[in-house]
């Protein structure tokens, strides 16, 4: 028999991430079956389960998919030793999301939908909590970093904390998810304009002010 390549088994990782992320992202994560995400792939049962054991891995796939996109994104800000803004960091994550990750190219999918299931999911299942929890930790974090090169370069109050200062700013893009899904007339550029001045405006305040 001829032996399985890397590509291959990476080939065939990749269809059936982009099958399950279709039908959940049109029918929903409980309307989704294993079954269903078989069938859809077009492999057989064997073949899918020898990649995923489950649905909530194959979910979790696919939003490390989405997570990759946004490590790249904060590679290109933070090279170089950068110090971006805060602004300039959420613009950069936004603009990402909407150029990359709305329709992404590997399952052609909006991936925001299935994160807002994830999201719901989240709050039942202990497997995609703690799978959450890694995933916006870790998006947290690079706010967090961007943050710390503002307070080197002085100009972010020192004794503000990084990672509250972060989650700020990862609820500004997550707000931006969740208004365009469910608000009709969220639009990018209006949204980021509204960022924009909210940012430069407000100032971080410090722990010591609690």
């Known amino acids: 028999m001829p032996r399985v390549t890397e590509q291959y088994r990476a080939d065939r990782r990749a269809e059936i991430v982009a099958a399950a992320a279709r039908l959940v992202a049109t029918n929903g994560f409980h309307a989704t079956s294993m079954a269903d995400i078989i069938s859809e792939s077009g492999l057989s049962a064997g073949a899918v389960y020898r990649y995923f054991r489950s649905k909530e891995e194959l979910i979790g796939s696919v939003a490390e998919t989405a997570l990759s996109t946004a490590d790249e994104a904060f590679a290109d800000l933070l090279a170089d030793g950068a110090t971006p803004s805060p602004e300039q960091a959420v613009t950069a994550m936004i603009t990402a999301i909407t150029d990359r990750i709305v329709c992404d190219p590997v399952t052609g999918i909006d991936l925001t939908r299935i994160g807002m299931q994830v999201w719901s999911e989240a709050l039942r299942n202990p497997e995609l909590s703690a799978r959450a929890n890694e995933v916006y930790r870790r998006l947290r974090g690079n706010f967090a970093e961007v943050v710390r090169r503002r307070q080197a370069a002085g100009t972010l109050p020192a004794d503000a904390d990084p990672e509250q200062v972060g989650a700020a700013m990862l609820s500004l893009v997550q707000g931006f998810i969740l208004q365009r899904l469910l608000v009709t007339d ?25």
Do not use: H, N
């Open 186 to 210: 969220t639009d990018t550029g209006g949204y980021l304009a509204g960022m924009r001045v909210l940012l430069s405006g407000t100032p971080v305040f410090s722990r010591a002010a609690d």
